[in-house]
């Protein structure tokens, strides 16, 4: 009996090194974000508010073997609040999927005052040395230079009116970026969606002595795209300057049964600064050659451009990030939309970190403007945020 224990952990400690060793390059990281928040419905449809808890339970694994890596991030969230979940608002929620050839999230199991889901977040690999960058899998593509609106990036939009605006689907694709030389790369993409059809992208980017400049293109059997990237510094001033456009030309829906070509341009303007004083200041504007209504958006919430559906031609944003101290930061995003009637998004916010584990954040989403105006009809949200790193 004994000798048989002994082979059982002699084969244990064997399997553990092994494990040990093939994973010795295995980083792995799991944070829990719990969001509680007094929520208007964002459908002015629908004037109720509701109370909810949102959690996310997330698992990231970074392998890195010389020059290959690889890294999967995966999800289990869970929605608490019988009124929200049986709302209008929480079923558009719920029918956000990713646009990928194959399922990344289960089925939300019910159990009446929630609804819990799992899903996949990232999963890709690849292969980098000093000239040559491939990532193959289910992944964010970067592209555009705005810090709140990002018109030639239609595969990974951010929303910044939502409460983690930087929380996007992935794409399924093979990324390549060839570097030229010192001062210029080449990107290309290939990505599949839903229908099993294709997208393709490509970027060239140039690092000037006066500025960044880059020059992008995406093509898929809806939408055709040329944009244009411009970043640099004004002098000596630490004032950084950026624009962005893209001429679109993309097929939408007029009806629930007839669709349209429509054509428009859309860019920005926008710069930075950071006082000394720690006050950072960032001002963007956008302009649209078209603007939107509610009924056109609702119809074509499927489309891969719909983050480039706006009510306002003319938009003015100005964010404020000021650091207290290392623990404790203010920030304030104030977004003006100029149609018939103006309208304004406030967004406050205050975040304290108590250590490298330990994160909190109390917001707010102010909206202003008279009735018919894009966000006069929609209500107020505040909200607290608790994120648990170990």
Known sequence: MMVRLLMIKRIFLFFHLLLYTAYAEFDYSINNTNITSSLSSVLPTEDKEFLYNYNRLRFQGDYINENYFSTI???????????????????FVKGQESDTPFE???????????????????????????????VVGLQKITMGVGRIWTPSDIFNPKNIYALEPDEVFGVAAINYTRHLNETSKLTVVTSQKKDKSFKYAARYKSFLKFSDVAVDMVSSDDTKMLAYELEGNLADT????????????????????????????????????????????????????KSFDYNEIFLNLDSEIVSNLHFSKFYLAGTLNYSFNIFLDASLIYIESFNEHNSRFISPSLSYTLNDFNSFVLSAMLQHGSSGSEFGDLGDSYYFKYVLSF
């Open 238 to 289: 630490g004032i950084e300057l950026r624009s962005e456009g893209a001429f679109i030309k993309s097929k939408l829906r007029k009806s629930l049964i007839q669709e349209e070509n429509r054509e428009f341009f859309q860019g920005i303007i926008g710069a930075d600064y950071g006082f000394e004083n720690g006050l950072t200041l960032v001002t963007e504007a956008l302009y649209s050659s």
């Open 104 to 134: 990344t999230q289960t089925s939300f199991n019910n159990y009446y005052e929630g609804e819990v889901y799992a899903k996949l977040y990232r999963l890709y690999g690849g292969y980098e040395d000093n000239d040559n960058r491939i």
């Open 73 to 91: 991030i995966a999800d289990a969230v869970n929605y608490l609040g019988h009124n929200y979940i049986n709302s209008t608002a929480y079923s």
